[in-house]
C-alpha cells in the first residue's frame, strides 16, 4: 500500500525553526517530485516547494513559493522514504496544516492536480 506520512508539526514561536518529515512506505521515495503544500485556515490549499525526483535533482528546486524564499528548504534522507521540509525564521502566517505529495514531476507553478499521492497532514503553529 502506498502511503505518504508527514511528522513533525506543532507549536512554535515567531522567529523559531522546526522540521517536518515526510516518509513513505510502498515506494521509494528518489523516484518522484515531492512537493509540500500548506493551508491555513480559512485559505485555499498552496504550494510551498517542490523538489525533483534524484534523477534530475541538477534541476535544482523549480519551485519556492515567494512567501518562503530564504527560509525553507527541502532535502532527501539518506533512507530513500524520507523527505524533509526545514523551515526557519518562521512567522504566524505560516501557521497551516502543511502536506506532502508525490508527483511525477514538478511542473510550472506546481499545480496540486499533477500531485498522485498525499499524506494527510501536520499542523504548525507559529504563535508566541
Not at 515526510?22 to 515506494?27: L, M, N, P, V, Y
Not at 493551508?39 to 519551485?63: F, M, N, T
Not at 511525477?104 to 498525499?118: A, E, Q, T, V
Request: contains cysteine; negative net charge; aromatic residues 12%.
Amino acid at each position: 500500500q502506498v502511503q505518504l506520512v508527514e511528522s513533525g508539526g506543532g507549536l512554535v514561536q515567531p522567529g523559531g525553526s522546526l522540521r517536518l518529515s515526510c516518509e513513505a512506505s510502498g515506494f521509494n521515495l528518489d523516484y518522484y517530485a515531492i512537493g509540500w503544500f500548506r493551508q491555513a485556515p480559512g485559505k485555499e490549499r498552496e504550494g510551498v516547494l517542490c523538489i525533483q525526483s534524484v534523477d534530475h535533482s541538477s534541476d535544482g528546486v523549480p519551485y519556492y513559493a515567494d512567501s518562503v524564499k530564504g527560509r525553507f528548504t527541502a532535502s532527501r534522507g539518506n533512507a530513500k522514504d524520507t523527505v524533509y521540509l526545514q523551515m526557519n525564521s518562521l512567522e504566524s502566517a505560516d501557521t497551516a496544516v502543511y502536506y506532502c505529495a508525490a508527483a511525477w514531476g514538478c511542473g510550472y507553478g506546481m499545480p496540486s492536480g499533477d500531485f498522485n499521492w498525499w499524506g494527510q497532514g501536520t499542523k504548525v503553529t507559529v504563535s508566541s
